[in-house]
T-cell receptor, first 113, second 116 residues
């Protein structure tokens, strides 16, 4: 059974800092890995999707890497802003169950001015 | 981009009643949709896979007679919580992949269910 762990559980940083969120998964037979953002009481916003054959994806100030063999992914946020404050969720799609996502517990990010 | 909507966004119901939640793909067709549940301070857990034209498949531990899923069309899936109890109070979110090649998931805004 796939298990996804995110570290740290919470992170508080001053505005402008670069930061790294970590995600690890136990079964390397994944189809893809997706990073989401969730604001309090809201749904999920897709940030980045990395296919199992890819090593990284970039979107603006966000960069996500994937090391499938070691079961790790990182989300790098450059020049953090207060508007980045949210919960960040990592989710993996299984090798044979493409649409089923297994989520980590999330990292609660607070960026203070 | 792909948009998924849910209705209602929040609902309060009395214990013992049934509640229907709708999930719609607004600008694409989805033969498959997924229903997740999120308890406070917890992550999302997959409840079931909704399949257009066939029965839903449920994850282990999810009561299929309690959580009825109907994928009525290529753009609509409904989740009905039957005989709701306070422990069913949760945040229910659906998702759909608009492109089967990448299977990137797009999520609805969620429905907050409170059972009193």
């Amino acid at each position: 059974k796939q298990e996804v762990t995110q570290i740290p559980a919470a992170l508080s940083v001053p505005e402008g800092e670069n930061l790294v969120l970590n995600c690890s998964f136990t079964d390397s037979a994944i189809y893809n890995l997706q990073w989401f953002r969730q604001d309090p009481g809201k749904g999920l916003t897709s940030l980045l999707l990395i296919q199992s054959s890819q090593r990284e994806q970039t979107s603006g100030r966000l960069n996500a890497s994937l090391d499938k063999s070691s079961g790790r992914s990182t989300l790098y946020i450059a020049a953090s802003q207060p508007g980045d404050s949210a919960t960040y969720l990592c989710a993996v799609a299984g090798g044979t169950s493409y649409g089923k996502l297994t989520f980590g517990q999330g990292t609660i990010l607070t960026v203070h001015p | 981009g792909a948009v998924v909507s849910q209705h209602p966004s929040w609902v309060i119901c009395k214990s013992g009643t049934s509640v229907k939640i709708e999930c719609r793909s607004l600008d694409f067709q989805a033969t498959t949709m997924f229903w997740y549940r999120q308890f406070p301070k917890q992550s999302l857990m997959l409840m079931a896979t909704s399949n257009e034209g066939s029965k839903a498949t449920y994850e282990q531990g999810v009561e299929k007679d309690k959580f009825l899923i109907n994928h009525a069309s290529l753009t609509l899936s409904t989740l009905t919580v039957t005989s709701a109890h306070p422990e069913d109070s949760s945040f229910y979110i659906c998702s759909a992949p608009p492109w089967t090649a990448s299977y990137e998931q797009y999520f609805g805004p969620g429905t907050r269910l409170t059972v009193t």
